[in-house]
């Protein structure tokens, strides 16, 4: 499976290179607006390629995504699925209760986690040891919060609240709560 | 001049306040107290990105969290609101070419957005009341952490200024639709088809197409307080629900999570909150361009009816995209996830950029044009809004939402460059042209200074926004605390763009004192000497 961290490249680079070629763009107007020209106007023909061009662009960037990122179809048919594993967690008065001191995972595991909150609302995410985040979902009151990940390489990871819930929410953290390991190293 | 003689009088004394009309008064009242406000809002984004690099002794953590709640108001409120607010209200009559319907309801919109907003925000500051997420009404109400005191006044100086709002939006439809003493009747219904848009699209079914009674600024203006009063309902609406958690509190129940779904809760909050930064902003703001290039160009707008139509289908698609929202909520249908979330959401792409389109287009047909004031901080403001929209279209999608949600990244290059480099310089650019309108000539004390603000404002904008960006699409999530310096690089450079973007506020607001002298300012708060309804004083 393609990692969260190898989309977030994808998506600085292509990102990046937009700014900079948006910024030069309207440099580039400021510069020729202010200057004489040959031509009288804008023609229309250019006005409806744009208005084309962004259409194509707005639709095809979610079809893009759902076709190569790989949680995204996963996200959206979780019943279809069937997970290896699954962690059902409480979240109560700003703390997460565990199943287990350490949630112990296989590597290529399809893993359930279902997050049921007894009071506010507060996110429930992964983040790997360098503080980025594998993958984050909000939890509801009174409601299912599960998501399905397959973790594809063995690492430990911790969990934090990703939404405010107070002063009190940013010490919502489990140092190293969740561990993945190689098969081998299951056994 | 003397230093000391401008300062007082203003550059080479050309500003009198006692020449201003009631209407360019109240106009320059709104306008102060909105730059105070933004005043208020840069200083307490510098505390904030202080604190996020090292928690500074003065402040305690409660604090931080109020200041972060209170900041987003301030911004959206005490600051672009009176700006917004003043600007129309002059605005609209101007191009109607007929007096404001009510002077005096104007005053009371000016005096309950500015007094509403110091009321939360004190009451913020005092009780350090900070449950929301960004402007997100958490339910179930938390009264653990927070005061229902604080609270209670919070929601009545946010109270406060709903009400305000309601009485700018019936004075901008009264003021299209009322027919002034001495005048023929105005047909009112006719005008409030052209308004709304309901002409424009009976258009084009008709063979013979009925004019449009309504320059196209008024009627983006119109379409902008369709969803500033739904904004305001939904607004009004929870705060008396979340005040009836807060008396059941103080009576000793705890409705909790029993009382209301919290996500049906969540739902309509969303869809209330986006008709603000997926309505209002955009139409608002599109309007504004329009103008902006064809005052600059003195020529018609390109492609008009086109754009007249993107403004009613920007309203309409803003009542329809408030589950982007909630792309990580799992218990969202998926259905709402897909089509409201992603793809009515992506059609944002194609109305702001034909906006953006339209706009150069139009400024193109008149080149040569001079780089004035108004035209910079205009192309400031159209760069602003086309790096912010698309980081928006990619957070609103499905996979990406699941690491990007309630990151820096959504407050960096979409929220905070969409306002701070799109909204602002539009409204700076508002500002500089309608500067000699309202003062009656006066003259800007320094151009090097507008330079600065321009550069400075630019540059520190989208640099803030690009180094929270960074933070984010590493792991850092918003409205949080790093207490182990984990982000401080991101957050080091970020404070430097904010820095920029207080050297360029000063700058201007230094100008202005200095264009306009401390006399000036006192008499804009004086009651008009000139008792008459119109906009500026008759030749």
Same mark, same amino acid.
């Given at each position: 499976m393609v990692d969260s961290k190898m989309v977030l490249t994808g998506q600085t680079i292509a990102y990046t290179i937009y700014c900079i070629v948006i910024i030069l763009v309207v440099a580039w107007f400021a510069w020729k607006v202010t200057h004489k020209g040959t031509d009288k106007g804008v023609k229309p023909v250019l006005f409806y390629s744009f208005v $084309?061009?962004?259409?194509?662009? $707005? *639709?095809?960037?979610?079809?893009?995504?759902?076709?190569?990122?790989?949680?995204?179809? *996963?996200?959206?048919?979780?019943?279809?699925?069937?997970?290896?594993?699954?962690?059902?967690?409480?979240?109560?008065?700003h703390q997460f209760i565990l199943p287990s001191e350490k949630m112990v995972i296989n590597v290529n595991d399809k893993v359930l986690f279902d997050v049921k909150s007894e009071d506010l609302t507060y996110g429930f995410g992964l983040f790997r040891q360098d503080n980025s985040m594998l993958f984050q979902m909000q939890v509801v009151p009174g409601h299912r919060n599960d998501v399905i990940w397959e973790f594809d390489r063995p690492g430990v990871y911790s969990i934090r609240s990703t939404e405010y819930s107070g002063p009190e929410g940013v010490f919502m953290i489990v140092k190293d709560a969740v561990?993945?390991?190689?098969e081998n190293a299951a056994k | 001049?003397?230093?000391?003689?401008?300062?007082?009088?203003?550059?080479?004394?050309?500003?009198?306040?006692?020449?201003?009309?009631?209407?360019?008064? =109240?106009?320059?009242?709104? #306008?102060?107290?909105?730059?105070?406000?933004?005043?208020?809002?840069?200083?307490?984004?510098? =505390?904030?990105?202080?604190?996020?690099?090292?928690?500074?002794?003065?402040?305690?953590? %409660?604090?931080?969290?109020?200041?972060?709640? !209170?900041?987003?108001l301030v911004g959206i409120f005490g600051s672009t609101y009176s700006i917004v607010c003043g600007a129309f209200l002059f605005l609209v009559p101007f191009l109607?070419?007929?007096?404001?319907?009510?002077?005096?309801?104007?005053?009371?919109?000016?005096?309950?957005?500015?007094?509403?907003?110091?009321?939360?925000?004190?009451?913020?500051? #005092?009780?350090?009341?900070?449950?929301?997420?960004?402007?997100?009404?958490?339910? %179930?109400?938390?009264?653990?952490?927070?005061? +229902?005191?604080?609270?209670?006044?919070?929601? +009545?100086?946010?109270?406060? +200024?709903?009400v305000g709002t309601a009485l700018f939006i019936i004075n901008i439809f009264k003021t299209i639709t009322f027919t002034p003493e001495g005048w023929e009747k105005q047909r009112t219904g006719a005008l409030l088809?052209? !308004?709304?848009?309901?002409?424009?699209?009976?258009?084009?079914?008709?063979?013979?197409?009925?004019?449009h009674l309504v320059p196209l600024p008024v009627a983006a203006v119109a379409r902008g307080s369709v969803d500033m009063a739904l904004n305001t309902i939904t607004i009004l609406f929870t705060g008396v629900l979340i005040l009836v958690y807060m008396v059941g509190s103080i009576l000793g129940f705890d409705l909790k999570e029993t009382a209301i779904d919290a996500l049906l809760y969540k739902n309509w909050f969303w869809w209330g909150l986006d008709l603000i930064a997926d309505g209002l902003v955009l139409i608002f703001v599109a309007g504004t361009w329009y103008l902006l290039a064809m005052l600059i160009t003195n020529k018609p707008l390109f492609m008009q009816n086109i754009a007249r139509a993107a403004l009613l289908v920007e309203l309409v698609v803003s009542w329809t995209v408030w589950s982007h929202h909630l792309l990580s909520d799992q218990a969202q249908p998926g259905i709402l996830k897909v089509v409201s979330g992603e793809m009515v959401t992506a059609f944002e792409l194609i109305s702001q950029g034909l906006a953006f389109f339209i706009t150069l287009a139009t400024l193109w047909s008149a080149r040569p044009l001079k780089m004035t004031n108004p035209l910079k901080f205009l192309l400031g403001g159209l760069l602003g809004f086309a790096l912010a929209v698309p980081a928006g279209i990619m957070q609103a999608d499905v996979g990406l939402n699941r690491i990007l949600h309630n990151t820096q990244w959504v407050v960096g290059p979409h929220v905070h460059v969409a306002i701070l480099v799109g909204l602002t310089m539009t409204l700076y650019s508002a500002i500089y042209i309608l500067f000699p309108i309202l003062t009656n000539g006066a003259k800007m004390h320094s151009q090097k200074l507008v330079n600065i603000h321009f550069w400075c404002h630019l540059i520190g904008g989208i640099g803030m926004g690009a180094f929270m960006g960074m933070a984010g699409l590493n792991g850092m999530l918003r409205r949080s605390l790093y207490v182990n310096g984990e982000f401080n690089i991101y957050m080091i450079l970020a404070a430097v763009s904010g820095t920029l973007i207080l050297i360029g506020f000063l700058s201007f607001f230094y100008n202005v004192i200095m264009s306009v002298g401390l006399k000036g300012v006192l008499g804009i708060f004086t009651p008009a000497k000139i008792k008459t309804a119109d906009l500026i004083p008759a030749k």
């Open positions: $084309g061009f962004l259409t194509v662009l $707005g *639709v095809s960037l979610h079809i893009i995504t759902y076709n190569t990122i790989p949680w995204a179809k *996963v996200d959206l048919n979780r019943s279809d699925y069937n997970p290896d594993k699954t962690f059902n967690i409480t979240v109560k008065n561990e993945v390991v190689s | 001049m003397s230093f000391y003689k401008t300062l007082i009088d203003g550059e080479e004394g050309l500003f009198k306040s006692e020449t201003l009309t009631p209407m360019q008064k =109240l106009t320059l009242r709104f #306008v102060v107290v909105g730059l105070i406000y933004f005043g208020f809002v840069v200083i307490e984004g510098m =505390l904030m990105r202080l604190y996020e690099v090292k928690p500074l002794p003065f402040i305690t953590e %409660p604090q931080f969290f109020a200041i972060l709640t !209170a900041h987003p109607m070419k007929k007096p404001l319907w009510s002077i005096k309801l104007g005053n009371w919109t000016f005096i309950l957005i500015a007094g509403g907003t110091f009321i939360f925000w004190f009451s913020g500051f #005092v009780s350090h009341y900070a449950p929301l997420y960004t402007l997100y009404w958490p339910l %179930p109400a938390d009264f653990s952490q927070f005061s +229902v005191w604080g609270g209670t006044f919070f929601i +009545v100086g946010i109270a406060i +200024v709903m088809s052209s !308004a709304l848009g309901i002409t424009g699209f009976n258009n084009l079914f008709r063979k013979n197409k009925k004019e």
